[in-house]
């Protein structure tokens, strides 16, 4: 094949490259990738593409192919200038060596550790605009060939490409990683409000770490703050019957570290770290670890380490970066908790959380002309999250508040009561809007709740104009039954959970509330309602028949008979869950 015939087929094999490249948004399939389109473009017998660790400053070897590519990826670390990986990432050129051992700039050391043996190399930075993110690296050309300057230009090119490919496969991934790391809380915000025990929290949140971080093993410590030891709470990749025997001191190990230094830690390389314990009992799989510390207000509740990689390949700061927002969490339910198993068992304080909830709730319904109501309140342990209220603001006007906070029992019913007493703080002109009264609540519950939410849905109707302007807080859409159509209307929102992201502004909207109109408002403990093996469950569309099926029954009574046939339908009269039922008729 002449010279001409080579350097077409290499144009064209990287216009091909480049379309497979960019094609392909993820970066543990892109990365092989490269290197095996260099490795085989250039006929080299192995290649290896280093990427730059931003923050530390040092490179790392991500992928390498050909004969020992495995060991060269586990043991290359290089500092800036170190080597000529190193070198080519510090002076940003591209270098090329017929016969390496004969520059003082190539490191034999990797050599001596693989048994590979380097003859000529090539080797290019790899850029995102005027900022080199790595290098790309070629070695040995095939049947004993040189590299020629040929090569670096093909290789330069590749490795624009490659680049480019990187950054949007990059992107897509801390983008893929934010979802899924606001999945993982909000699936876990859910759990943490049906008051699991901590151990069974533990277990289901190590699963799901690992899920996302695409890990095999994992460990979450507890702090023994008197011993000064990490005992395990739950763990993946160390035998079961030994998990209840290890402890960690403080600053012993990698995990000791952690705690001792109360600090997030990335490692690429546990063989080069001077913390890793190689005579430990249980080894690593992998040389790429995690580790975050579980801290509240400063004081060390634990440690969540994550390692072995499915992929083999290193973790990323993105990848602590969701660690550390999942060990926030995670630290606010260990304290909850603790806390507030400390108050369930204590009856004198379940007394007096009673009385506290029997004073929020309105002893009886007030009188206000022009409207009728119906109530069912059914806190599920004696005390709880759901609360209601009817304010009479004049003459024309009545508000109407209904409101979950998340989970039951004691815990929620002193959030509860926090709230309550924050909306009575409220004026006439912030109870007036719906819209001010969420934006305003919301704005004094962000960071306060101690990892509970709110979910409610605040109106006013106007019996002057005959209209119902509301606002909903994530809660459940209420059923406006309009008796002279014979229709329901679900009034559906796109409001926000209150407390959980701070500066919300929530909509506000307006429909008719005419004379025969029926309002009806819940919490979810109805609507999730089942018999005790779960294959029989009441629902929202349920609700809806049964308010039209009874639309002619007095709000008082009506209430009282769509709790009865909810429990009457599921076969069971204890529910799972606060439940509060509020009906308002327009009379």
């Known amino acids: 094949m002449s010279t001409i015939d080579s350097e077409t087929r290499k144009y064209k094999s990287l216009l091909n490259t480049s379309t497979i490249l960019n094609a392909n948004l993820d970066l543990y399939q892109l990365l092989p990738l490269i290197m095996l389109y260099s490795k085989d473009l250039l006929e080299a017998e192995a290649s290896s593409l280093f990427l730059l660790e931003e923050k530390d400053g040092f490179l790392y070897c991500e992928v390498a192919l050909g004969e020992k590519g495995e060991i060269v990826q586990k043991y290359a670390r290089l500092e800036p200038g170190q080597g000529i990986a190193g070198w080519v990432a510090k002076e940003k050129k591209a270098i090329i060596l017929e016969d390496a051992y004969t520059d003082p700039r190539f490191n034999p050391a990797l050599d001596q550790k693989t048994g590979f043996r380097t003859r000529s190399l090539a080797c290019v930075p790899l850029y995102i605009a005027d900022k080199v993110i790595g290098t790309l690296e070629i070695l040995n050309k095939s049947d004993n060939r040189s590299f020629e300057a040929s090569d670096v230009e093909v290789l330069n090119s590749l490795s624009e490409m490659a680049a480019?490919?990187?950054?949007?496969?990059?992107?897509?991934?801390?983008?893929?990683?934010?979802?899924?790391?606001?999945?993982?809380?909000?699936?876990?915000?859910?759990?943490?409000?049906?008051?699991?025990?901590?151990?069974?929290?533990?277990?289901?949140?190590?699963?799901?770490?690992?899920?996302?971080?695409?890990?095999?093993?994992?460990?979450?410590?507890?702090?023994?703050?008197?011993?000064?030891?990490?005992?395990?709470?739950?763990?993946?990749?160390?035998?079961?019957?030994?998990?209840?025997?290890?402890?960690?001191?403080?600053?012993?190990?990698?995990?000791?570290?952690?705690?001792?230094?109360?600090?997030?830690?990335?490692?690429?390389?546990?063989?080069?770290?001077?913390?890793?314990?190689?005579?430990?009992?249980?080894?690593?799989?992998?040389n790429s670890l995690i580790s975050a510390p579980l801290l509240f207000r400063g004081e060390l509740l634990g440690v969540i380490s994550v390692n072995n990689k499915y992929s083999g390949f290193a973790f990323t700061h993105a990848d602590l970066e969701m660690l550390g927002a999942i060990a926030n969490r995670l630290s606010v339910t260990i304290k909850n908790a603790n806390l507030f198993h400390k108050v369930l068992d204590t009856d004198r304080e379940l007394k007096r959380a009673r009385e506290v909830m029997h004073k929020i709730l309105p002893s009886s319904l007030p009188y206000v002309g022009g409207l009728e109501f119906g109530v069912q309140h059914i806190p599920y342990d004696n005390v709880g999250g759901d609360f209601y209220n009817i304010l009479k603001l004049d003459e024309n006007r009545s508000a109407v508040l209904i409101a979950d906070v998340s989970g039951h029992g004691l815990s929620a019913s002193v959030v509860a009561t926090v709230i309550h007493t924050v909306v009575s703080t409220f004026d006439s002109e912030?109870?007036?809007?719906?819209?001010?009264?969420?934006?305003?609540?919301?704005?004094?519950?962000?960071?306060?709740?101690?990892?509970?939410?709110?979910?409610?849905?605040?109106?006013?109707?106007?019996?002057?104009?005959?209209?119902?302007?509301?606002?909903?807080?994530?809660?459940?859409?209420?059923?406006?039954?309009?008796?002279?159509?014979?229709?329901?209307?679900?009034?559906?929102?796109?409001?926000?959970?209150?407390?959980?992201?701070?500066?919300?502004?929530?909509?506000?909207?307006?429909?008719?509330?005419?004379?025969?109109?029926?309002?009806?408002?819940?919490?979810?403990?109805?609507?999730?309602?089942?018999?005790?093996?779960?294959?029989?469950?009441?629902?929202?569309?349920?609700?809806?028949?049964?308010?039209?099926?009874?639309?002619?029954?007095?709000s008082a009574e009506a209430a009282e008979t769509l709790i009865k046939e909810c429990r009457t339908y599921c076969h069971r009269s204890d529910f799972e869950d606060d439940v509060t039922l509020l009906i308002v008729d327009r009379v």
């Open 164 to 286: 480019i490919a990187i950054k949007n496969a990059q992107a897509h991934e801390t983008l893929k990683k934010r979802v899924l790391e606001l999945r993982l809380l909000y699936e876990f915000e859910k759990l943490t409000v049906a008051e699991k025990s901590i151990h069974e929290l533990g277990n289901w949140l190590l699963d799901k770490v690992l899920e996302f971080l695409e890990a095999k093993a994992g460990t979450i410590y507890i702090a023994d703050p008197t011993l000064e030891v990490l005992r395990v709470l739950a763990a993946r990749g160390i035998p079961e019957e030994a998990i209840h025997n290890i402890q960690v001191p403080y600053g012993e190990g990698i995990s000791g570290w952690v705690a001792k230094e109360k600090q997030s830690l990335l490692i690429q390389n546990l063989d080069e770290d001077p913390r890793y314990d190689k005579s430990a009992k249980y080894k690593f799989e992998a």
């Open 430 to 554: 912030t109870l007036s809007s719906p819209s001010k009264f969420f934006t305003a609540l919301n704005y004094a519950l962000y960071n306060k709740l101690a990892g509970n939410f709110l979910t409610a849905f605040y109106g006013i109707i106007h019996t002057g104009t005959n209209t119902l302007s509301y606002t909903n807080a994530g809660h459940n859409p209420p059923i406006l039954y309009r008796k002279s159509e014979g229709s329901s209307l679900h009034l559906e929102t796109k409001g926000k959970l209150v407390g959980v992201i701070p500066d919300l502004f929530f909509e506000e909207y307006v429909t008719s509330f005419q004379p025969q109109d029926r309002l009806v408002l819940y919490t979810d403990g109805l609507t999730e309602h089942s018999n005790t093996d779960r294959t029989r469950r009441y629902s929202e569309d349920l609700l809806s028949l049964a308010v039209r099926n009874h639309s002619q029954t007095h």
